[in-house]
Every structure is written in structure tokens, then in C-alpha cells.
């Protein structure tokens, strides 16, 4: 049937709700939606809600375990795969439809006191949202944990670090992955941190202002695995950095994600060949014999970058909408959230099985530490502290040195050069000059913290692996903290109906 058709006296026919194109544009999605991510959600703020209704004398109890006995007996299975047909406009009313034809509508219109749509969905959102980011620190922890025992595997591993996409200086494989570690841990930060103000309570809320009769929004918070109330009402349904703040933290991470895997895949070029993935993890070529491709790896780009573009999407579509309720950051908007920690999820679990397999062609990679004037810094500093001069002195030698040699490096003619070049009153060792050139020294002496010597960085992956295990106790202290959330509301629901 037509939205609007025109009658034989010209007037316009309108439709009723929900209007034909509105039911296939929006609610049914919207309904499908609901079904996939919010059954579950809903329920437990059904329970929570009508308990505390209960236990401040604003519902009887008879009525209170009537409600509870229905949602007990409700068809959830029904519920997550019914079609949507326009009688009820959206999961709440439907819910609420069924629980009528199990309690009387009577009670089921009781259970609804003292809220609104507007805290529940808030409610809803939050308790999806605080899932997803913990299952998110569950696998960057994971990822942490593969690269800690890489980093310390190869804390003695030679390379070349790269500025400009040039190599620079030697470092270590394990300095290396101690960067990207360091990354991560500050991304597990944020996203604790993140998690912190999302499992804060809006339920009480209402439809923004609060409720005359006297709930406890401390029950119903603590009954739902709540921390804390998100206590200003307005705010409770108007604001959502909860929601800006959890993407940017994600789009961070995934920023941080795309950059490692950019370095993973250049290096496993057979140019570089300094990494390669194992049979698992790599694909053949339709018609090249010899082709190992790496697509694992441009997996985990395209997803994080998917998953970051996704976050700055939903802080776009919030951009410049007004502090009040709206649609906007609502049922059209939380499964793009979704889709985007889901993506990140799946980045980071690919990533943490290809490192978990891939071999290090760590020959090649000390041979590249050795080359390309990569030493040459320490040099510079050999000759300052052999001979007391400047640095911007020895370091004009060197230079000259370098260009003497063009780009054809050598460590004896190296020295050499630099011998000649040094003032007549310098006495430098030639056995010292080339001791400045061997990447291992240039590694072995930088030992303030934060450098690549084994003084420094040892100590530094046993922390990240300290760090690690923090970090799995935070997140199992919070699964717990909703494990005995639901607990005690379901010891709470048996001892209303009887069951307890």
C-alpha cells in the first residue's frame, strides 16, 4: 500500500502508523537490530526494575512476583527471532506485549512505573557497550602477552631501527616490540579508563527529569553490575561521550594496530625478508607457484582501519547534534558502534595468531644492523669521549667520513677514513675506532632507560610481563563484579516468587 495515495476528491489519503515506508526503513531494522544486540539487556533492567519497584513499596508484592514469574516464563527464542509486522513499534513494546498475555496487562503496565524508554535504552547501551570493551582489553591483553615473549625471545635479536623509512641506528628486534608494547599498555589504560565512566548507571533517569515516587537508583544500578550512578538525570540522557569516548579510544588502538602491521608487512617482502608467516597463515597464488602471500596480515590493516573509521563515524554523526535525547545517538547509530568493536576484535585476535606462529630471519636482520653507516653515531661519540672534543667536531668527521665512502660502507675503510681525518694531536686506536662500528657495542652501551642495551630493556619486558598479569586480574575482577551482580538479582527474584 502507498504512504499517501489521492482519493477521487483530490484530498490525500494518509496512512496509519507505523506508515509503510517508515516500517521498512526504519523499525523493522531498527527491530532486527533490537533482537540481535538488546533481548538480553532488556530482560535483566525488566528484573532489576521491578525488584527494586518492589522493595520500595511501589508495587504490591503479589504483583511484583506475578511480573517476575513472567519474565521468567518468557519465550526468548520467540522474542529474538519474531518477525517484525508494525503491531508493536519497537523490542520494548513487543516485550511488553508478551509479558502482558503472561501477567495481566494490568501488571505489565505496572512494571513500567517510575521509568521510560529513554533511561532503558540508555541503560541498554551502556551494558553493551561496557561488554565490548572488555572483551577488546581481553584481546589486547592477549596481543601484549604474544609480543612480551617475543620481546624478550629476541631481546638480543640485532636490526636496523628506521626514521624516515631509512635505516637508522641498530637496535633490537625485542626493543622494537617493546614500543609496540608500551603502545598497547597505554591503549589497555585508556580502555579501562573508558570502561570505568560507561558502567555507570542512567536507569532512573526516566524521560530526562527523574520520577516523583521514591526509587532506588542505587538498587537497580548495583542489581545490573553497575560501578557507579551516571547521577545528573539530564546528563544521564542527553550526553553521550560515553559513547564518543569508547570510539576514540578504539580508533586510537586501531591507529596503533594499522601502523605495527604496516611494519610487518614490509618486512615480510621478499626485499626485507626479515619475518615469515607460517603455512597457516599465508595464501598461494591462483596461477604464481611460488607465491606466499601474507593476507593475514592485510586482514588486520583493512580491519583496523575499518574499525577506526567506523569510531570517527559515530562521533560525526553525534557532531553538532543538541544536548537532549535524539534519535541520532540512538537506534540507528549503537550498531555502527558495534560493527566497529567487532572489527576491532577481530584485527587483533588475527594479529596476536600470525605473531603467535611467524618465524624472525634474525640473521638477515643483525647483517642489516651492521650496514648502511647505521653505527656511525657512536662513532661520533667514541671520538668525543677518546679525544675530548666536541660533538658537533666529531661528528663533521664522521660526516666527512661518510661521504668519502659514499655508499659503499665498510667498517675497516671506515675507520680508516676517520683516522686519517682526525687532528694530528689525536691518538685513537684503530682497534677502538672499528669496536664504535660493530652494531652489538652500539647496542651493548646504551643502557639509560628506555634504550636497547640489556641493562635497560630486561628490566622493561619483565614489567610489561607484570603488567600483563595486572591487567588480566582487572578484567577478571570486572567480569566477576557482573557475575555476582546477576547472582544476587537472581537470589533476589527467587526469593520474591518462592524459588529461593
Known sequence: MAEETKGLSGSKTKSVFPAPTYRTAVLARVFKDAQ???VDPLLAIQYAHTLMLGRQGIMRAPDVAACLRALDALDLEEIRTAKYDGSFE??????????????GPDNAGRMHTARSRNDIDLTMYRMVLRDLLARVVGEVIALRRVLVDLAWEHR??????????????????GHYLMAMIECLERDTARLKSAYGRV????????AITTTGFPIDRKLTADLLGFDALQVNSYGAIAAVDYLTESCSVVAVCMLNLGRFAQDLLLWSTAEFNYLRLSDG????????????????????RVLASR??????AVLGSLHNTPFADMNDAEDDLQPLVYTAFEDALRSLELLSGVLGEVDWNTDRMAAAAQGSFLTVTELADTLVRETGMSFRAA????????????????PTRMAAAVERLLPADANVDVGVLLKALDAGNFVKVRIVPGGPGMEALEPEILRAKNAVAGDVEWLGEAGGRLVSARARMRAGVDGVVGLG
Open 36 to 38: 540481535k544486540h538488546f
Open 90 to 103: 519497537d523490542l520494548f513494546f513487543f516485550m511488553e506485549s508478551r509479558l502482558a498475555a503472561l501477567c
Open 156 to 173: 638480543a635479536s640485532l636490526m636496523p631501527a628506521y626514521t624516515h623509512n631509512q635505516p637508522a641506528q641498530p637496535t633490537t628486534l
Open 199 to 206: 558502567n555507570q548507571c542512567p536507569l532512573g533517569a526516566c
Open 281 to 300: 597463515y599465508v595464501q598461494i597464488s591462483s596461477i604464481m607457484p611460488q607465491k606466499r602471500n601474507p593476507v593475514p596480515l592485510e586482514h588486520v
Open 307 to 312: 574499525a577506526m573509521t567506523q569510531a570517527q
Open 395 to 410: 661528528h663533521e668527521i664522521v660526516s666527512e667520513a661518510v661521504k668519502e665512502l659514499a655508499s659503499g660502507y665498510d
